[in-house]
């Protein structure tokens, strides 16, 4: 029972991580249509960036995290400027196969200039406090869970409130529709690669607050991020958040009955039955 | 004159549509455009707002060539388009799908919303409903506010009645006449119930095979023995 | 330099095998499989555990002939992408692309993991090279030999395959879907012959690999070797034309292995730096690529169109 708790605790702070990393793509994906194979190592480097400015530059850490969600986005708005925004007007898989060429352009630039080996952001370790029933948590995770939370908060009250918000949406509704109706859709797009990127590079340092940073690290969460988004209903960002928590759940329980190697499989096989048994996700549109 | 298309030639790819129309929509009018499935109705409509390649000739509005123009240019020019389907967005509210309609404006503007929801009270109580489940009249009615949101001064309509009851064809028709009366924007309309729609339009014209075969005024359209024959059912 | 002329030729043929099986599945099918690297492994440690002689570490020991392993190699790979056919090839193209990066990460976690069956990640040593003790010194020119002869068959078969009524249904397929059902095409039948074919292919190119380095472990098959490169090795080259799969290949060989040879004198401090920068220069290639001559260096075969206007 302990270990069953402990597990969906690990579980939900895993599932936190990579819900906001699928919000991101599950977004870019239904209005750009486009599977982004570089947001897992987009999360890597926003990780880098924070390790960057918090270790490197010593500046504290709210700072670091800030400046690293904005340079990362920055990054993202040039990539689209010089590669997709070109790419878009083939078919969508020349797009993908344009993202994976950026993921590994990423992933080993971060290699060139952090080395391959790990690093932290704080070398000391926490006590972890223990709740109730017997789980423990260490600081760090309630504070990714507060983060989670606000950052989630934030995003939807920006996709609910604001024009740019319901322009994302009605672009992943109907990217035809948009055009004719006047909105600006290059303009929305850069402020989806923005709200992708912020959301991403926050979902990397707080990997990297929990465990560690290595350059490998986001894109090992590919596909859990691309089976959230799938559980979810591609498109959905509230079905991204959804499905982020299942899956990062589910892998945690997962290691009751297999060994933990094989998390990632995991992930995987829950968006295949989903992609078998209802193709549009949990909280997506019939196509 | 408001808007004037000038043997235009245009289609997808390699394969040509229009093969040069020419068409006149003045201040204040309602126009028609009526013919045979696959004549190039709606492909003209949509030429016009940039969403078909034009190769020959031209489009323009207010004596100015708009041939350049992106859809949202267009917007902000004072013209504004209809699609036949999928012409809401069904995941946001009513009333977030007629923000969306006035995308490039930069203020909310809140009696733009109060001339819409007069235009069509059923709206009003909808307005937090997603589009998605509306009723097919109730989602032209979005569709048709979305676009007159922004104050046009031309509107594009691609088949307004299509896939619509009876019931709703003639309210939606009888609307259409009455946003003209009333905001004074000019129509260009494609229609398949073509005898109705020449019957409430100032002047018409019969495509055919991506050519222009008739052109004069609806009641002299509807008169017309030839058309009635060949393209309005006898 | 003779030597390392052979050795680099021989590396480029298996790239060569595993770019005309992509291409066979990308090309002319439009399936989108970045899962190179896992049917590269399948094959390779396929015809490794059933060639060598017996050791305790691991499942093995059956010394069958090099011909066996090879086409075991074949059939286990198509084995596997049948299995893997029936649940992804319904779905959507991108769909399939997140499903075989799936695939790949799962078979090289099982390689990785079950010690039993692939001794982990220590790897399998001691695979027999075919007639080494035979040839000595000559050997590396006996296998360019084969290789050659292996790519020469594949090309042959790919080819008549491609210009038979077969063929033109799998590009048909490629190119519109909806027209070749409703023209009465078992769509998902053909691709999942397309994805089988092209899958025992790569199982062929695994298993020659392995009897070439004798030494296969799990850091072999990455994603950056085994599926990147041949990716950008088809891209280069041209999607829907052998040829070019080949062409590609010998120029992305060339300098994936050049820049190798370049960044060998730098001091060793650096190498992974180094490494990382060859990466880098790669992925940029690709997107130079694809943003200034996305048809690839030589296009589509031009049998293909013409067939298709037929």
Redesign the interface.
């Known amino acids: 029972m302990v270990l069953l708790l402990q597990l969906i605790s690990n579980g939900i702070i895993l599932g936190c991580i990579i819900a906001l990393g699928s919000i991101g793509l599950s977004l870019l994906y239904g209005i750009l249509k486009?599977?982004n194979?570089a947001h897992g190592d987009m999360m890597t480097l926003g990780a880098y960036f924070a390790f960057l400015f918090k270790v490197q530059l010593g500046m504290p850490m709210w700072a670091a995290f800030v400046l690293a969600m904005a340079l990362t986005a920055f990054v993202a708005i040039i990539v689209d400027q010089i590669?997709y925004k070109?790419?878009r007007k083939?078919d969508?898989?020349?797009l993908?196969?344009?993202s994976?060429?950026?993921a590994?352009?990423l992933?080993?630039?971060i290699?060139?200039i952090w080395?391959?080996q790990n690093h932290f952001y704080d070398k000391g370790i926490q006590m972890p406090i223990k709740l109730g029933l017997g789980v423990r948590v260490k600081p760090n995770q309630i504070l990714i869970l507060v983060v989670t939370v606000a950052l989630v908060i934030l995003a939807h009250l920006f996709l609910r409130k604001t024009?740019m918000g319901?322009?994302m949406?009605?672009m992943?509704?109907?990217m035809?529709?948009?055009?004719?109706?006047?909105?600006?859709?290059e303009q929305v797009i850069k402020w989806t690669w923005v709200l992708g990127a912020v959301l991403t590079a926050a979902a990397g340092i707080l990997l990297g607050i929990d465990t560690h940073l290595s350059p490998s690290m986001g894109w090992n969460l590919?596909?859990p991020l691309?089976a959230a988004t799938?559980l979810g209903g591609i498109g959905s960002p509230y079905g991204a958040m959804l499905g982020g928590l299942v899956i990062g759940v589910s892998q945690e329980l997962s290691t009751l009955i297999i060994?933990p190697?094989?998390k990632?499989?995991v992930?995987?096989l829950i968006?295949?039955l989903m992609?078998?048994i209802k193709?549009t996700g949990l909280m997506g549109?019939s196509v | 004159m408001i808007l004037q298309v000038k043997d235009v030639v245009s289609g997808y790819g390699d394969m040509d549509i229009l093969h040069g129309i020419s068409i006149e929509v003045n201040q204040g009018e309602i126009v028609s455009i009526v013919g045979p499935n696959g004549s190039g109705k709606s492909t003209t409509l949509k030429t016009i707002?940039g969403?078909v390649n034009l190769k020959q000739g031209e489009v323009l509005y207010y004596g100015d060539s708009i041939n350049q123009n992106t859809?949202?240019q267009?917007?902000?020019l004072g013209l504004s388009?209809v699609?036949q389907s999928?012409?809401?967005?069904?995941?946001?509210t009513v009333h977030?799908?007629l923000?969306?309609?006035a995308?490039?404006s930069k203020t909310?503007k809140k009696y733009r919303f109060d001339l819409i929801y007069d235009l069509f009270p059923p709206l009003k109580e909808k307005r937090k409903t997603q589009a998605?489940n509306l009723s097919g009249g109730q989602r032209q009615m979005v569709a048709f506010g979305?676009a007159l949101i922004?104050e046009p001064e031309l509107l594009l309509l691609d088949e307004p009645t299509a896939g619509l009851s009876p019931l709703y064809i003639d309210m939606i028709l009888e609307k259409v006449a009455e946003i003209n009366k009333e905001t004074g924007v000019s129509v260009l309309m494609v229609e398949q119930n073509a005898k109705k729609a020449l019957k409430m339009s100032d002047r018409g014209y019969v495509l055919a095979a991506g050519q222009k075969k008739y052109e004069d005024t609806g009641q002299a359209l509807l008169n017309n023995e030839e058309v009635a024959q060949l393209f309005l059912g006898g | 330099m003779i030597s390392y002329l052979i050795f680099f030729l021989i590396i480029c043929g298996i790239y060569g095998i595993m770019t005309l099986g992509l291409n066979l599945q990308w090309g002319y099918t439009g399936l989108?499989n970045?899962g190179v690297a896992g049917f590269w492994a399948v094959g390779a440690y396929t015809s490794a555990i059933l060639t060598k002689p017996p050791v305790p570490e691991h499942l093995g020991g059956f010394n069958l002939p090099f011909i066996v392993g090879i086409l075991a190699a074949a059939v286990v790979s198509g084995i596997i992408a049948f299995l893997i056919g029936i649940?992804?090839l319904r779905?959507r193209?991108?769909?399939l692309?997140?499903?075989t990066?799936?695939?790949a990460?799962?078979i090289r976690?099982i390689v990785?993991?079950e010690e039993w069956l692939t001794n982990g990640v220590r790897g399998i040593s001691g695979i027999p090279k075919p007639f080494h003790s035979l040839l000595g010194n000559a050997y590396n020119f006996f296998y360019l030999i084969l290789v050659i002869v292996v790519l020469a068959i594949i090309y042959f078969i790919i080819q008549r395959g491609i210009q038979s009524p077969w063929g033109r249904v799998l590009r048909a397929i490629r190119e519109d879907e909806e027209v070749a059902t409703t023209a009465g095409k078992d769509v998902f039948r053909y691709r999942l012959e397309s994805l089988i074919l092209g899958a025992m292919i790569m199982g062929v190119g695994g298993a020659i690999y392995a009897h070439f380095t004798s030494f296969i472990s799990p850091e072999a098959f990455k994603p950056?070797q085994g599926t990147?490169l041949v990716?950008?090795m088809l891209?280069i080259g041209g999607s829907g034309n052998s040829l070019g799969a080949l062409l590609g290949a010998l120029i992305t060989w060339s300098i994936w292995s050049g820049t190798e040879i370049l960044t060998s004198f730098l001091p060793s401090a650096i190498t992974?730096?180094a490494a990382?920068?060859r990466?880098?220069l790669?992925?940029?290639l690709?997107?130079v690529v694809?943003?200034t001559k996305?048809e690839g260096l030589l296009g589509e075969d031009p049998h293909v169109s013409s067939v298709l206007k037929e």
């Not at chain 1, 035809?176 to 909105?183: E, F, Q, R, S």
Request: no cysteine; hydrophobic share 55%; net charge negative.
């Open positions: 486009f599977g194979f590669i070109s790419l083939s969508s898989i020349i993908l196969i344009g994976v060429g950026i590994l352009i992933r080993n630039f290699q060139l080395g391959p024009k319901k322009a949406r009605a992943s509704d109907n035809d529709l948009a055009k004719v109706t006047g909105i600006n859709t590919l596909l691309f799938i060994p190697t094989y990632p499989g992930a995987f968006m295949l992609l078998l193709p549109r | 707002f969403l859809p949202d267009l917007v902000g388009f699609p999928d012409n809401v967005f069904p995941s946001l977030e799908n923000e969306m309609g995308f490039i909310n998605g979305r922004m | 989108f970045i649940p992804t779905l193209e991108d769909y692309a997140i499903a990066i799936g695939i990460e799962i976690l990785k993991n950056m990147f990716w950008v891209i992974t730096q990382a920068f990466v880098i790669i992925g940029v690709l997107e694809l943003l996305p």
